[in-house]
């Protein structure tokens, strides 16, 4: 017999977290009803979640509400903690409830030492909850991996671009990016 596993829903991680069972500097998130410990943060990774989150409020300002690292629910078993959450205005700033995937534009991971898990697990689950556009930008190798059309099964379509590529959200054409512009500046 194979034993079964319990899958942990959102109201009960967050019951979890209310009374105390997470450190206050412990860093988790739930994907798929499982709690995640998240890696430690490194310098290319913060500054590029920096960058990137300028980049996105002086082209799109009042447009959108950018989120750093706080929890979107995906679903009843999902609620990460992306990088950056480009998501809807809402008047109460979401003070009644975290963002649903119906809420959110864009998703960004940052990856330095989280390449894998942003594409393999992060991004099934984004995708089944219908993520429409989810990038993670891989600061070691100097891309960005675009992806698109989600489904039950994954993403349909993911692009790799390279520094000197441009792009926009699927939601806002005229705001366009260089992937280098998110990056650590190269060394002349």
């Known amino acids: 017999m194979v034993p079964a596993i319990r ?5 009960e991680y967050h019951r ?14 739930l994907i798929a009803g499982q709690i995640i410990r998240i890696s430690a943060k490194g310098t290319a990774h913060e500054s590029a979640i920096t960058r990137t989150e300028r980049l996105f409020r002086q082209r799109l300002g009042e447009q959108v509400l950018l989120r750093l690292q706080s929890p979107v629910q995906l679903d009843d078993y999902s609620e990460p903690e992306p990088d950056i959450a ?16 119906s809420e959110v534009f864009l998703m960004i991971e ?24 989810y990038w993670v930008l891989d600061v070691n ?14 993403y349909q379509s993911e692009a790799i671009l390279t520094e000197d590529v441009t792009i926009s959200p699927l939601a806002f054409a005229e705001c366009v990016i260089a992937v280098r512009e998110m990056l650590r500046p190269m060394n002349k």
């Open 7 to 11: 899958l942990l829903s959102v109201q």
């Open 16 to 29: 979890m977290a209310e009374i105390g069972i997470f450190h206050p500097e412990e860093r988790v998130e």
């Open 86 to 101: 480009v998501v809807m205005p809402n008047p109460l700033d979401y003070d009644d409830h975290h963002p649903t995937a």
């Open 110 to 133: 940052i990856a330095d030492s989280s390449f894998k898990y942003d594409r393999e697990v992060k991004a099934p689950a984004y995708a089944r909850s219908g993520i429409v556009d």
């Open 141 to 154: 190798a100097r891309k960005l991996h675009v992806y698109r059309l989600p489904s039950q099964n994954g």
